[in-house]
């Protein structure tokens, strides 16, 4: 459990961070206009980079909060039950999800990009997200047969 | 289910109630409870053991099988 509740404040942080970043795209509106406007004839998608952008982390966010509510209930009614293998489910299809699109994304800006060595570096990030999503996911199977173990196990007298 | 527990007539016959019986096999009324009511997965034969011994039966006294 001590590596779970390790686990739990990782993503608080992270969860924390975030909603810093989202304050950020508020009281710094204008600087990021600003750039915005400056690159967006210089990168692929335009001005649109922002919205993408902030879209991406709304969904991964998103994913976040379901890790921690998993994470959680996982700490306080312990490992296989009905509602963490279902929460592991959905926040594995969200990282999954998250990752493959910014990949699909960050592979056409990488094709017209100049500065490839660092969007390589940024493809290699995203398609972790998209493995750990993965990794999520088979463990989330796992999870539904530990339930049903254990569900048979608590019903055998 | 197809097996049937028997359990509610034997402990009439043998004048024992439940919270005796779950006391000396040492499980919880729940279980026993759960037992009585065809809810149970699987007995373990160390329970079935202790159960016959307790109600002086055979497994065939507790347990019956019918056709659905």
């Given at each position: ?42 990168i ?114 | ?8 007539v ?22 026993l ?15 079935l ?20």
């Amino acid at each position: 459990m001590v590596k779970i509740k390790i686990l739990l404040g990782i993503i608080t942080l992270l969860i924390v961070v975030y909603i810093l970043h989202f304050l950020s795209y508020f009281f710094l509106a204008d600087y990021f206009a600003e750039i915005s406007k400056s690159t967006e004839s210089k990168i692929v998608f335009g001005k649109y980079n922002l919205v993408i952008g902030l879209i991406q982390s709304i969904v991964i966010f998103f994913g976040l909060i379901i890790s921690f509510k998993c994470m959680y209930e996982i700490i306080k009614r312990g490992f296989f039950t009905k509602t963490s293998k279902k929460l592991m489910y959905v926040a594995g299809i969200i990282f999954l999800f998250s990752g493959l699109v910014a990949l699909s994304l960050d592979s056409i800006r990488l094709f017209n990009s100049a500065n490839q060595g660092t969007l390589i570096g940024i493809l290699f990030m995203d398609f972790l997200l998209a493995l750990i999503g993965f990794i999520i996911l088979i463990i989330s199977e796992m999870s539904c047969i530990g339930f049903e173990i254990k569900s048979e196990n608590d019903l055998t007298i | 289910m197809s097996i049937i527990i028997n359990l509610d007539v034997i402990l009439a016959q043998r004048k024992m109630k439940s919270k005796e019986l779950a006391e000396i096999v040492g499980i919880t009324e729940a279980n026993l409870s759960i037992l009585k009511s065809g809810k149970a997965k699987a007995v373990r034969f160390s329970t079935l053991e202790a159960i016959c011994k307790a109600l002086d039966c055979q497994p065939g006294d507790i347990l019956e099988y019918t056709k659905n």
